[in-house]
Nanobody, 124 residues
Framework: QVQLVESGGGLVQAGGSLRLSCVVS????????MAWFRQAPGKEREFVAA????????DYPDSVKGRFTISRDIVKNTMYLQMNSLKPEDTAVYYC?????????????????WGQGTQVTVSS
């Protein structure tokens, strides 16, 4: 049984930082993508960052590039999202997701496994 459990969300002022964690268990693929998505009220789920687990290659959209950093700890089976220079428009529920490796994996529909989400609120 695959489980993804996020933590680390909270309330922070604009310009501040937060680090999200996602502990994953039960994955049996030889290689996989893990990613962060976010969803604000009334908006579609949006790609935030992805990492190829085996080699650590990362991918970001322009909206967060240079501010957010995705990483993983293979020993701890944990993925992280370090978020710096946060803006009010970063406010959303943040989800981690996983799937067997795919080179193009920015669309939420391509992911098979999801965490429950963690709320991030950035005040102005």
């Amino acid at each position: 049984q695959v489980q993804l459990v996020e933590s680390g969300g909270g309330l922070v002022q604009a310009g501040g930082s937060l680090r999200l964690s996602c502990v994953v268990s039960g994955l049996t693929f030889s290689d996989y993508n893990m990613a962060w998505f976010r969803q604000a009220p009334g908006k579609e789920r949006e790609f935030v960052a992805a990492i190829r687990w085996s080699v650590g290659r990362t991918d970001y959209p322009d909206s967060v590039k240079g501010r957010f950093t995705i990483s993983r700890d293979i020993v701890k089976n944990t993925m992280y999202l370090q978020m710096n220079s946060l803006k009010p428009e970063d406010t959303a529920v943040y989800y981690c997701a996983a799937r067997s490796y795919l080179s193009d994996a920015r669309a939420p529909s391509r992911y098979d496994y999801w965490g429950q989400g963690t709320q991030v609120t950035v005040s102005s």
